[in-house]
């Protein structure tokens, strides 16, 4: 069952083909490094992905990045948000330059996803190797008469596409009663949308010298890389208003057929209750959890913990919260289990697990569901394992790592960023344990302990690990 921004309703999921299943994702605009809040739009799809793979489908799944013609507002106006980046870091505006500026970002958000357990897109398109393809479907809406050309470029006759804004029950009769005086005199209607905007720099098209709108890029993409009917588009809440009730009317109107089955849209990551965003300053990034003793998985935890719909306030509280469960969780599976071999999941824990979840996506009970085994003392800690690699296969917390590797992440960042003073405790610890004092080394234990830290004696050395509370 999968909510269908559409229709706003559950529904069963049925795919369009057989056997498989295509999936696009609305990615970043490169003018600047994901923030933690953008991930959760991608964990949407990422979990729908493995949930597929595991019914047996293959899945192709696009995410784009937007690398030009994105306007600070989400309709026609504002500045470029790609140029405003170039500025910012002192480039000359080229379209050479725009790709190059471009790159870290995209690198950047690569390692973002893989960092967060993201199994990586089937394409990951970047919209400037898609113009050509972006320029055709404007010249076929105009031949359709579905576009029009005014003097700053192209538009969008949203007149010709009547069911315009079924996402989010867009009422185009309200915008035109509250469409601002200044609006464009040679647009036709207010909710008209640019498809090409002439500019003095660009790519050369039969309109002129200029861009491609910004909701024309992703329905080009999405044709390109998957086909003209995709089973599922995800992206978070606030594109569904104008971006994606642009893509379905550039589509519908090309094809005349269905251009999704069905929309799926996250609400946001707030911080005070306000929206996570950048260019509010508190766009905060993995790397900034890292160097607080946070890993990815901890976040994709917090993540999980609250059903993708709902919006969901971070603090590092919170945070700190999702870790003490997940260190609990690792430490089961890779300090207590090192030397456990899992046999077969528990079939009534496996199969509650696969029906919380597979009803859209309710990671909070399929959550509920996983603490439910971990106290189950009838279920041995073989089935445990077992069941956990299970879940991990959808959940993608880390817990299928090899022993070796689940000690050593498992401290990792606590040994790094723990106190001075835990360390220098650690330290000594270690050369009363190599002269063989033991007394002194579980006296050292104790101490650290009483400063809030664990210790695991592993093969590749201690490990340190903020206790876990009980609660
Ligand atoms: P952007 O880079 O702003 O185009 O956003 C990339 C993706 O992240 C889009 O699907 C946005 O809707 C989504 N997004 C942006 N801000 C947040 C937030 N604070 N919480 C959740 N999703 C967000
Ligand atoms: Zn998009």
Same mark, same amino acid.
Request: proline share 3%.
């Given at each position: 069952?999968?909510?269908?921004? $559409? ?378 394992? $077992? ?85």
């Amino acid at each position: 069952m999968l909510f269908n921004t $559409a229709t706003r309703t559950k529904e069963e999921f049925k795919p369009i083909r057989k056997n498989s299943v295509l999936l696009y994702s609305c990615g970043p605009t490169v003018y600047d490094h994901a923030h933690i809040g953008n991930l959760r739009s991608y964990l949407v799809p990422d979990l729908i992905r493995r949930l597929l793979l595991r019914s047996g489908y293959t899945v192709k799944h696009t995410i784009n990045v937007t690398d030009f013609g994105h306007l600070t507002d989400d309709g026609d106006d504002g500045e470029d948000k790609i140029m405003k980046g170039m500025r910012r870091e002192g480039y000359e505006i080229t379209l050479e330059n725009m790709r190059s500026f471009a790159e870290p970002y995209i690198a950047s958000f690569r390692k973002d996803l893989a960092d967060f357990g993201n199994l990586e897109p089937t394409d990951l398109t970047r919209a400037s190797d898609y113009v050509a393809e972006q320029i055709k479907i404007i010249e076929t809406l105009i031949e359709k008469g579905y576009a029009y050309e005014a003097s700053d470029g192209v538009y969008f006759d949203v007149g010709k596409f009547p069911s315009y804004g079924v996402l989010g029950n867009v009422d185009i009769e309200q915008l035109r009663a509250g469409a601002r005086v200044e609006v464009n005199p040679e647009k036709r209607h207010p909710a008209d949308f640019a498809l090409w905007k002439n500019a003095s720099l660009g790519w050369k098209s039969r309109f002129g010298i200029g861009f491609p709108g910004w909701h024309i890029e992703c329905t080009a993409m999405a044709f390109a890389t998957l086909g003209k009917q995709i089973d599922i588009h995800t992206g978070g809440e606030d594109l569904m208003y104008t971006h994606h009730n642009g893509e379905i009317a550039q589509a519908e109107s090309v094809t005349g057929k269905q251009y999704v089955r069905y929309w799926l849209h996250n609400a946001f990551v707030t911080v005070s209750d306000d929206r996570m965003a950048k260019s509010k300053g508190t766009g905060i990034r993995l790397e900034d959890l890292a160097a607080r003793g946070f890993s990815p998985t901890d976040y994709r935890y917090w993540l999980l913990t609250s059903h993708y719909r709902s919006p969901v306030n971070f603090t590092f509280e919170a945070l700190e919260a999702a870790h003490q469960a997940l260190t609990r969780l690792k430490r089961f599976v890779y300090i207590d289990c090192a030397d456990v071999r899992a046999s077969y999941p528990h079939e009534k824990y496996e199969h509650a697990f696969l029906k919380t979840i597979s009803d859209d996506l309710d990671t909070p009970k399929a959550l509920a569901v996983l603490w439910e085994l971990m106290k189950d003392q009838t279920v041995t800690k073989e089935q445990k394992l $077992a069941t956990l690699h299970t879940y991990d296969a959808i959940l993608s917390l880390g817990l299928c790592d090899t022993v070796t590797e689940g000690q050593a992440a498992l401290g990792h960042l606590e040994t790094k960023t723990a106190p001075e003073e835990v360390q220098k405790l650690l330290a000594e610890r270690e050369k009363t344990r190599a002269a063989k004092n033991w007394l002194r080394a579980d006296q050292l234990r104790d101490e650290i302990e009483a400063h809030g830290y664990t210790i695991d004696d592993t093969p590749s050395g201690p490990r340190l690990s903020r206790t876990a509370s009980d609660a």
